[in-house]
């Protein structure tokens, strides 16, 4: 029983690598992608993603997340998220009326748009002096 086993499995790895050998070679890419988030100009100084599940605000270098009757604000917009007191809200965050209604936001035609600056997805992010990442 031994002997069939090595043998069935000796063949197989044969025919495996001799079937590679002759084939063609794959011409594509296995990395792994991510699309990067798009800002919309919705207020001077205020900025949301565009098209995101979460409403998700940026302004005055951070970004602003509304959740639970509660501010939330991250240097990197897709993680890191910080708890803060609302007299600590920049008024033009503070003064966004029914935050919820960003969820998913797509903006007509002729909006400003832009790449969010320090938008990194976990696997991308590199360690930079001073512990941010880029």
Do not use: K
């Not at 969820?103 to 696997?123: E, N, Q």
Request: with cysteine; hydrophobic share 30%; glycine share 10%.
């Amino acid at each position: 029983m031994r002997s069939i086993t090595a043998f069935c499995a000796a063949a197989v790895l044969t025919l495996g690598v001799a079937g590679c050998a002759g084939s063609v070679a794959y011409r594509g890419s296995a990395g792994y992608s991510y699309s990067q988030p798009t800002l919309v100009a919705i207020g001077p100084d205020l900025w949301v993603v565009e098209n995101y599940e979460r409403p998700i605000f940026y302004s005055d270098g951070y970004y602003w997340r509304y959740d639970n009757r509660t501010w939330y604000r991250s240097y990197r917009g897709d993680s890191a998220w910080v708890r803060v007191d609302y007299g600590y809200v920049p008024h033009t965050v503070a003064r966004i009326d029914r935050p919820h209604r960003y969820v998913h936001y797509r903006a007509p035609r002729g909006y400003v748009r832009r790449t969010p600056p320090g938008w990194y997805h976990d696997r991308d992010r590199t360690p930079r002096r001073g512990g941010y990442y880029r």
